[in-house]
């Protein structure tokens, strides 16, 4: 876990990334809604993306929350920025 938000009582924000293969990494969100941790489906990096990894997150609200972090090709690290408004996650960056 790289990072955790937690904008009010009983919410919380989790993010980081983790090993899916040899070589090969993915980022991952949590939400936290005061009784169990659960993943939440965030968008995956562009088809030329091979690794992502979240590296902070800040919340002002269950319905405000940003993440940063990065993505890789064969040549290149790319950000990405992802905005949560309480339904679901848009690509910023």
Same mark, same amino acid.
């Given at each position: 876990? %790289?990072?955790?938000?937690?904008p %009010?009582?009983?919410?919380?924000?989790? $993010?980081?990334?983790?090993?899916k293969?040899? =070589?090969r990494?993915?980022g991952?969100?949590?939400? *936290? =809604?005061?009784? &169990? *941790?659960?993943?939440?489906?965030? !968008?995956a !990096? !562009?088809r +030329?993306?091979? =690794?992502?990894?979240?590296?902070?997150v800040a919340?002002?609200?269950?319905? =405000? $929350? *940003?993440v940063?972090?990065?993505y &890789? +090709?064969?040549?290149?690290?790319?950000? $990405?920025?992802?905005h949560?408004?309480?339904? &679901? *996650?848009r690509r910023?960056?």
């Open positions: 876990i %790289a990072g955790v938000a937690a %009010a009582a009983g919410a919380a924000f989790a $993010v980081g990334d983790f090993t293969a040899a =070589n990494f993915c991952f969100a949590a939400r *936290w =809604n005061g009784k &169990s *941790w659960s993943l939440m489906h965030v !968008p !990096p !562009p +030329t993306g091979k =690794n992502a990894a979240y590296d902070a919340a002002t609200s269950g319905r =405000n $929350v *940003w940063v972090g990065d &890789s +090709t064969k040549t290149t690290r790319n950000v $990405v920025i992802l949560w408004n309480g339904r &679901s *996650w910023q960056l």
